[in-house]
């Protein structure tokens, strides 16, 4: 098969590869980019793969960094561009079902994409679009089919995290993972708990934002993966949950925590407590936490302005869009139109600052500046006073003399 009409990425990329061919090498593009080409779908970037050694690289090109030279990756830097560049390997045992001992540079395409994971990902693509594909991997892109190269077994033994790789594919493309591919992860399941958190939080992030996550979810608690994630494995009913909601869609990671933390009734706590567990941001705990919040009181219909405020916008966004999923209506326009009425959105449009109330009621920096901006605050966001600085100097010397 051959690809006519490349897209600007790929004729970008071009001088690399025939710089390197020019000196006597291969070079191809290979993997994801290839594979999102023949989807319809613009990649993001190119992964070129070569047979000239890392050494031989740094050679042909004057800007290069040794990205992971140790494993064969330079990038070079060309046309005020970067671009990965990988030589032809084959790996040895993988002691700790991740990394491999050691790699062994080769000159052979073959031998490279005899590695890859998955049957999708290990097509690769000359400088004139011919597809280069040793496992059927274009048959299985037509027929939506995700399959890993080779024995299914071995690729998991070679790297476990390979194994969530599968199902995020799965969300993203909405296909179906082959019988003896999914086999091969529910018997090499248990091998998961030895890939780093961080890893495994990044694919289930992924799974989270595709485009169909129940084709994500569904194996994951078929083949009880899952049991093998941080703290999940008491959560197979919320998980059946999501997987039986119907349009099942995120907009955001913290949209689909959010849903997981309300389906499973957690407290704030322990939703904090599940997230550290997972390695989250501080920031992905702060907007998770908020949406549940909203959420709850939104299905509750106990959702006031103090509420509203306290939350914010990004959560009461996701709170309205996780009621909807949960079957129970909820207007992104009305919830945007309530949220615009509060007189203020956030401290910073408060009339009086604490630098204000220290001034004019002669007042000692301290606990006491806090507490009155806070009472201040709450005033004006449930319409008790006017957002006037007149107004919220007499409250706040009326409250000092209290």
């Not at 999102?36 to 031989?56: F, N, Q, R």
């Not at 000359?126 to 037509?142: P, S, V």
Request: hydrophobic share 40%; proline share 4%.
């Amino acid at each position: 098969m051959r690809v006519a009409n490349l897209p600007k990425i790929f004729l970008q990329a071009s001088p690399v590869l025939k710089k390197i061919q020019q000196a006597g090498f291969e070079a191809y593009f290979v993997g994801g980019c290839v594979r999102d080409l023949l989807l319809g779908k613009e990649p993001h970037d190119v992964d070129i793969a070569t047979s000239a050694y890392p050494a031989e690289i740094k050679q042909i090109f004057k800007r290069t960094i040794d990205t992971g030279i140790k494993h064969g990756t330079v990038t070079v830097l060309n046309q005020h561009r970067a671009y990965e560049i990988t030589t032809f390997r084959t790996e040895s045992s993988y002691q700790d079902f991740r990394r491999p001992d050691h790699v062994t540079f080769v000159r052979s395409l073959n031998n490279d994409l005899q590695r890859r994971d998955l049957t999708i990902n290990a097509l690769a693509m000359d400088l004139n679009g011919q597809i280069i594909d040793l496992f059927n991997g274009l048959q299985d892109l037509k027929q939506g089919i995700i399959r890993a190269v080779g024995i299914p077994h071995e690729r998991f033994h070679e790297d476990a995290l390979r194994m969530m790789r599968t199902v995020r594919f799965a969300s993203q493309l909405s296909f179906t993972i082959e019988t003896q591919t999914l086999n091969a992860i529910t018997e090499n399941a248990p091998l998961l708990k030895h890939i780093a958190v961080e890893r495994i939080h990044e694919e289930w992030q992924k799974l989270l934002l595709g485009s169909y996550p129940q084709k994500g979810l569904a194996p994951l608690l078929e083949t009880k993966l899952y049991c093998y994630c941080p703290n999940f494995a008491e959560q197979k009913a919320v998980l059946k949950q999501l997987v039986n909601l119907p349009q099942l869609k995120f907009n955001s990671v913290a949209a689909g925590w959010s849903l997981f933390g309300y389906l499973a009734q957690l407290s704030i706590t322990e939703m904090i407590k599940l997230l550290r567990a997972w390695k989250s941001s501080n920031s992905l705990i702060k907007s998770t936490t908020a949406a549940i919040q909203a959420t709850r009181s939104v299905m509750d219909n106990k959702l006031d302005q103090w509420q509203m405020y306290s939350l914010g916008w990004p959560a009461l966004q996701v709170a309205c869009e996780n009621v909807n999923l949960l079957g129970k209506n909820c207007s992104l326009t009305a919830m945007q139109q309530q949220y615009q009425t509060l007189p203020i959105k956030n401290v910073k449009e408060l009339a009086v600052t604490g630098g204000s109330l220290i001034t004019s009621l002669n007042l000692k920096p301290g606990p006491q500046i806090g507490e009155l901006i806070n009472n201040l605050e709450k005033a004006v966001v449930t319409g008790r006073l006017p957002n006037t600085s007149e107004r919220l100097l007499q409250q706040a010397q009326k409250l000092v003399l209290e």
